[in-house]
């Protein structure tokens, strides 16, 4: 067995626990041979053959996790072979990337017949799917977006992304490093769809959606103001509202919940009894957009079964409660209010920059003007709820789009039938989309906040300034 230098790592596909140099490697070819049957008069030939192996790690995790037919999960378990590098003799290794990382990278495999194979993709020991590029070199951030059906969590995170890669508040730089697979999916399914030809996504359907992996580079100021930079590893999920509501679901398509280092919960405000007549005597196309129900209260209901459970301790991951859809607020008249409306939610309706830090001004004001305008609403059982479960809660406002979507009622050209049509007309104007992600970046001691006129870094529970490494971290996680 490898020296174990780095500290564990968390598959983002099934949440196992394992150190780097526990993975194991795909190879891209088989070394397996076949016999050629010869032609009349001639020898018997033997040539290499892609003969690909049933791989029972990775079936195990369509059958048990995506809960995918057996003939299809059979079907995508059939690769080719996995190579285990603890005590095998036919594998080598660079020890020089085991002496500066604790794990090896890259791996050539010499059989007893045939030529060398060289392979980097690494496997999750567990589940056998493909670890990101460089999975395990870097801190790791687990997000998980939830939120009721149609409260914009898909719209959030693909413009999320988008501002990560042209963001104007850092020097920074946004790499997929995950499946071109699921890349390819996610360009289609959200980002073609919204950013370019500016039509609504559709809402995410039940199933276990794949983990979006990034790697972000960013630059930022320290306690002396001096620039630095940090490079981690974002792994996002996008869990439909209706799995959040169910323990049995939650448990199958949102058990990355529990290992998440932040969650960014969204909040409907259409469903808001006072603001849903509002928006009606206001515009009554505003209210086209609102859902049948209300599920918050269940929501919270099924993350307090599981995450609390019977030890009735609050779970200590950084919670964003969310305001979506904030740009509708534009085209109301809060006259309930006691002071000037625009008093009552300047910070709401505008954007805000975090030059090089998380301005905590900003983010304390935006905090405080939610909560108020929850209770003015008679809204703030959501708040209670999160309060109630979690030990970190700040608020926030976000309008994804930045104005309101087109709705049209036209005829489906396959079925005949009249469904509904949403696009933006004109360039999309997106504000205070990334400010919940600095929040929980800012948490897990990966970005200093800026406060009372210096950088600081935020206080771990042991009084420490000092960020712990990711092997105290995980110490950490298993004394709680």
């Known amino acids: 067995m490898f020296e174990k230098k780095q500290s564990h790592v968390i598959c983002p596909f099934c949440c196992h626990r394992f150190h780097p140099n526990e993975a194991d490697f795909r190879l891209p070819s088989s070394v397996g041979s076949v016999e050629k049957t010869p032609a009349k008069g001639r020898k018997k030939t033997t040539k290499a053959a892609d003969v690909k192996e049933f791989d029972e790690k990775l079936y195990d995790y369509y059958i048990e996790i995506l809960q995918v037919g057996e003939k299809d999960a059979a079907a995508r378990a059939m690769q080719f072979p996995a190579v285990e590098i603890e005590n095998n003799a036919a594998v080598s290794y660079s020890q020089e990337e085991m002496e500066?990382?604790?794990?090896?990278?890259?791996?050539?495999?010499?059989?007893?017949?045939?030529?060398?194979?060289?392979?980097?993709?690494?496997?999750?020991?567990?589940?056998?799917?493909?670890?990101?590029?460089?999975?395990?070199?870097?801190?790791?951030?687990?997000?998980?977006?939830?939120?009721?059906?149609?409260?914009?969590?898909?719209?959030?995170?693909?413009?999320?992304?988008?501002?990560?890669?042209?963001?104007?508040?850092?020097?920074?730089?946004?790499?997929?490093?995950?499946?071109?697979?699921?890349?390819?999916?996610?360009?289609?399914?959200?980002?073609?769809?919204?950013?370019?030809?500016?039509?609504?996504?559709?809402?995410?359907?039940?199933?276990?959606?794949?983990?979006?992996?990034?790697?972000?580079?960013?630059q930022y100021k320290n306690e002396e103001g001096v620039v630095k930079e940090n490079n981690i590893d974002l792994i996002f999920y996008d869990i439909a509202g209706e799995d959040l509501r169910d323990d049995s679901a939650i448990r199958q398509n949102g058990f990355n919940i529990k290992d998440s280092s932040g969650l960014i919960f969204l909040v409907d405000p259409t469903n808001f009894t006072r603001l849903s007549d509002l928006f009606r005597f206001s515009d009554s196309a505003l209210i086209d957009a609102i859902p049948?129900?209300?599920?918050?209260?269940?929501?919270?209901?099924?993350?307090?079964?599981?995450?609390?459970?019977?030890?009735?301790?609050?779970?200590?991951?950084?919670?964003?409660?969310?305001?979506?859809?904030?740009?509708?607020?534009?085209?109301?008249?809060?006259?309930?209010?006691?002071?000037?409306?625009?008093?009552?939610?300047?910070?709401?309706?505008?954007?805000?920059?975090?030059?090089?830090?998380?301005?905590?001004?900003?983010?304390?004001?935006?905090?405080?003007?939610?909560?108020?305008?929850?209770?003015?609403?008679?809204?703030?059982?959501?708040?209670?709820?999160?309060?109630?479960?979690?030990?970190?809660?700040?608020?926030?406002?976000?309008?994804?789009?930045?104005?309101?979507?087109?709705?049209?009622?036209?005829?489906?050209?396959?079925?005949?039938?009249?469904?509904?049509?949403?696009y933006i007309d004109g360039p999309l104007q997106p504000f205070r989309v990334k400010e919940a992600f600095y929040w929980i970046l800012m948490r897990n001691q990966l970005l200093y906040k800026y406060e009372n006129n210096?950088?600081?870094?935020?206080?771990?529970?042991?009084?420490?300034?000092?960020?712990?490494?990711?092997w105290r971290r995980i110490l950490a996680f298993f004394k709680r």
Request: proline share 5%.
């Open 100 to 218: 500066k990382h604790g794990f090896a990278h890259r791996i050539t495999y010499k059989p007893s017949t045939g030529k060398k194979i060289t392979s980097d993709k690494r496997l999750c020991p567990n589940c056998h799917n493909d670890l990101p590029i460089g999975y395990g070199m870097r801190d790791t951030l687990l997000i998980s977006i939830l939120g009721d059906a149609r409260s914009g969590k898909s719209v959030f995170l693909t413009m999320l992304i988008a501002e990560l890669e042209n963001n104007p508040d850092f020097v920074s730089k946004l790499n997929f490093i995950g499946d071109k697979q699921v890349r390819d999916s996610f360009y289609e399914t959200y980002q073609k769809p919204l950013l370019k030809d500016h039509q609504l996504i559709s809402s995410t359907k039940r199933k276990k959606i794949p983990p979006y992996a990034f790697n972000f580079w960013y």
């Open 292 to 422: 049948e129900e209300n599920s918050n209260q269940n929501i919270f209901n099924t993350l307090y079964n599981y995450f609390l459970g019977f030890d009735r301790e609050k779970s200590p991951i950084p919670m964003a409660l969310v305001m979506s859809k904030s740009d509708l607020f534009n085209y109301v008249r809060f006259d309930f209010f006691d002071n000037k409306p625009e008093n009552r939610i300047q910070n709401i309706l505008s954007d805000e920059a975090h030059k090089n830090a998380l301005n905590m001004r900003s983010v304390k004001g935006l905090n405080q003007e939610v909560r108020e305008f929850l209770s003015h609403l008679g809204e703030d059982g959501v708040l209670n709820n999160a309060l109630g479960c979690f030990k970190a809660v700040s608020c926030f406002a976000v309008s994804s789009l930045g104005k309101k979507p087109i709705v049209e009622q036209i005829s489906d050209p396959i079925t005949n039938e009249t469904i509904e049509k949403g």
């Open 454 to 470: 210096r950088f600081v870094l935020h206080a771990v529970s042991s009084g420490s300034e000092e960020r712990p490494t990711l």
